[in-house]
């Protein structure tokens, strides 16, 4: 997967790809699934947009059965477990436990039902997964199992609790780098740092894009007479510029989690619910032996490059978590970095997630033949989303070669230890980078540290190893210099605290 621009520009495709997001990656698959030839634009890098702010959770559809929404709760059940079978190192099950106060829904005789269900609907989730991903059965436990296994629960009128297990995709941005070297090998040229500025049409037909290589700054024309533009929460934005403004194409709202530098709470998932009137809940999860907890979930105007919450959402996050738990004593410094994205929302000025997808075909609104907008509600269900996507512009007579992906050990994958500590590492690090450097459009030191390898996923380790790795580039002290600058930069504005910095 090398960034040749000059080839890029000499061939023809079948389609074109704006995004490199779960979206856009997956629909790159999915035509590959078929023979057929994209290119794929993305102007930063693969993934590094909302794709790369998740929880790493790939949900099941337990919540769905609230509003007995079966269709999404099946597809979200299928596509857990495609990712379950298809990635078996890179996915692992995750139990979750939600103590239960005996309030509203959440009292032991109606989960009990609903994990019953849940259960029964997805009889078929372990069908073909390797038996170290099979999720076991859901159950409703006592409030003194609940201690044993979350011990510093609120115990005040605990009555028990109710435990289920869902799927865990602890470093996406490697299974999204998996899919597209996939991808890659089967007919998509993926392109980084390209951003797309305009479409190219002839007699209303689209004849491809214009887009700027952000290296070079030289602006370049791609040609094909399908444009399918997979930008997320900018989709919207784009099909503007395009075409015309649909509403309905994405309504923004801004989500957002926080990795504690403190130790996680339990090895399970905690579903906990703020003892106060009108309060919802958060999801505190294990990763990577830290605690990683949200989501929280707020109105947005308009769309962000990098939407962050205010410091009064933080404060008061951080105050509902004390509050729910006692002695957690969590503060502000304990924040290693802010998860945040733009997700869609059902109606402007709500934090009312979209429930499905919207692919929209240009040509039956008076716009280009060839133009395609999509907008799409969770990663998990990405695969599924593009596979659709696909099927609507090609037709479902292309047949589909689905293609299987190469099993490694953690190291060829790129994970590292969240405490990796180059020094003391015997493992033939240097190695692993730079294949990964050579072959993986590795642009920017941010690159490798964050989306080749797990090892950003602690910011202290990735500052304080920053000029080690950047030493195998072939770069000049001032590129190093400024490399690294921007790496401290990424993290300060998504909530490195400076005590921690330091
Ligand atoms: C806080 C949070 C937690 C979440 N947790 C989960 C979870 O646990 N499980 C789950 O299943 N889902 C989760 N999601 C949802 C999931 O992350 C998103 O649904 C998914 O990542 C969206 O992918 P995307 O490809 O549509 O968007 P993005 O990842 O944003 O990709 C769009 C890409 O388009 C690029 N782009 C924009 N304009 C241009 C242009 N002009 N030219 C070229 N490229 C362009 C952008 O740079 C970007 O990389 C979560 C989301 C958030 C925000």
């Known amino acids: 997967m090398t960034r040749d621009i000059i080839s890029a520009k000499k061939n023809n495709y079948d389609a074109i790809i704006i995004g490199g997001g779960f979206y856009g990656v997956m629909i790159a698959y999915e035509s590959a699934c078929r023979g057929l030839k994209t290119l794929l634009l993305e102007r ?185 533009n997979s930008t997320g929460p900018w989709s919207r934005k784009l099909a503007k510029s395009f075409h015309k403004d649909f509403n309905d194409l994405f309504k923004y709202s801004i989500a957002w989690n926080a990795l504690f530098n403190i130790d996680a709470l339990s090895d399970h998932a905690l579903a906990i619910t703020p003892p106060k009137d009108n309060a919802k809940a958060y999801f505190l999860r294990p990763w990577k032996g830290k605690l990683f907890a949200g989501t929280v979930h707020e109105e947005l105007t308009d769309v962000k490059d990098i939407p962050m919450p205010s410091d009064k959402s933080i404060d008061s996050f951080i105050a509902d978590l004390n509050l729910s738990i006692p002695n957690l004593n969590l503060k502000r410094e304990h924040i290693l970095k802010i998860y945040s994205g733009i997700l869609p929302v059902k109606k402007e000025g709500t934090d009312q997630l979209a429930v499905r997808e919207v692919i929209i075909d240009h040509s039956k609104h008076e716009g280009p033949k060839g133009l395609y907008s999509l907008s799409g509600v969770k990663l998990t269900t990405s695969r599924l989303v593009a596979e659709k996507v696909v099927t609507k512009i090609f037709g479902s007579n292309i047949t589909r070669n689905e293609i299987k992906f190469p099993v490694k050990s953690e190291r060829e994958y790129g994970i590292f230890d969240f405490n990796w500590d180059s ?36 910011p202290l380790v990735a500052i304080n190893q920053a000029t080690t790795i950047s030493k195998l580039f072939n770069w000049d002290e001032e590129k190093i210099i400024n490399e690294i600058n921007d790496l401290k930069e990424y993290y300060k504005k998504r909530g490195l605290s400076k005590a921690l910095e330091n």
């Open 423 to 458: 020094t003391k590492d015997r493992n033939g690090w240097k190695d692993i980078l730079k294949t990964k450097i050579e072959n993986e459009s590795v642009v920017h030191l941010q690159d490798l540290i964050l989306r080749r390898t797990s090892i950003g996923n602690n």
């Open 44 to 228: 930063n890098d693969f993934g590094s947009a909302t794709s790369f702010n998740s929880l790493r959770i790939v949900h099941g559809g337990l919540r769905y059965l609230q509003t007995l929404d079966i269709h999404r709760f099946r597809e979200s059940v299928g596509e857990r477990k495609w990712f379950m079978e298809n990635f078996p190192n890179l996915t692992r099950p995750i139990s979750c436990l939600m103590p239960l106060y005996n309030k509203g829904l959440q009292r032991n005789s109606i989960m009990w039902a609903a994990l019953n269900l849940n259960d029964i609907l997805s009889l078929n989730r372990n069908k073909s997964v390797p038996p170290k991903n099979n999720l076991l059965n859901g159950k409703v436990i006592s409030a003194e199992k609940v201690k044993e296994i979350f011990p510093d629960v609120d115990t005040k009128e605990l009555k028990g609790g109710a435990i289920w297990n869902d799927g865990s995709i602890d470093d996406s941005q490697l299974v999204l780098m998996e899919i597209l070297k996939v991808a890659s090998d089967n007919g998509c040229t993926p392109l980084n740092y390209v951003e797309v500025k305009n479409i190219i049409t002839h007699e209303n037909q689209i004849k491809g894009v214009v887009a700027v290589d952000k290296k070079t700054g030289n602006e370049i024309e791609f040609h094909s007479p399908i444009v399918i």
